[in-house]
Structure formats: C-alpha cells, structure tokens
C-alpha cells in the first residue's frame, strides 16, 4: 500500500494563490497515477486532477483546467497542487490518492485505494 500524508490547506481571499503537498511512501510509483480529490459540505467527492508517474501526463476536470497545475518530485515522491485564482466555491477539503493503473491501463474512480488524511481549502469571499 501507499502511505499519503498532505500539507498546505488553509484560509485564502479570493482570487489569490495556495499549494498543496502529498508525500508518498510504501511502493514505488512508477505504476501509479496520483489524483487530488476535493469533498465540499454536502456534496460527493469530486475529482480534481491526476498525474501519471510514468510520464508526467496530467489531466484536470474541467473547472481546474487554467488555473490549477499538479506536478510531481520524483527524489522526494511528492505530490503538488498549485491552486492560483481561487473562488469560493473551491472551499473544500482537499484529498489526494493513488491508483495502481499499469501501462496501458488508465484509472478508474475505483482505483483510487490509497487516500491522504484531507486538508481543508477556504476561500473567502
């Protein structure tokens, strides 16, 4: 299994900037696809974006799109969600998780097994 600690939530104005940190550990990555996942009050968790280890390959739903950027540091197995023109409604708490997804399978929602603790993201307005 894949251990997931997460750092970097916290209060933000709208409009500003904030980056999230996942360290992994337990297995080696290069089969996996690491996902940022976020949970609002009331709502169903909702996907946010992943990175492929692999390759670097990136794919972000479509509110995410030219705002945020994952990214990843292969030396420190880290995973990082760069968050920049926040709105309120990205107020949540922020997951991210590994799936185990071998070339040339791409993951599913159920893939995801390993989860971070969360970190909450508020963004006032």
């Known amino acids: 299994q894949v251990q997931l600690v997460e750092s970097g939530g916290g209060l933000v104005q709208a409009g500003g900037s904030l980056s999230l940190s996942c360290a992994a550990s337990g297995r080696t990555l290069t089969n996996y696809y690491m996902g940022w996942f976020r949970q609002a009050p009331g709502k169903e968790r909702e996907f946010v974006a992943r990175i492929g280890w692999r390759n670097g390959s990136t794919y972000y739903t479509t509110s995410a799109k030219g705002r945020f950027t994952i990214s990843r540091d292969n030396a420190e197995s880290t995973v990082y969600l760069q968050m920049n023109s926040l709105k309120p409604e990205d107020t949540a708490v922020y997951y991210c998780?590994?799936?185990?997804?071998?070339?040339?399978?791409?993951?599913?929602?159920?893939?995801?097994?390993?989860w971070g603790q969360g970190t909450q993201v508020t963004v006032s307005s």
């Open positions: 998780a590994a799936a185990y997804a071998p070339w040339p399978k791409l993951p599913t929602n159920s893939d995801y097994k390993n």
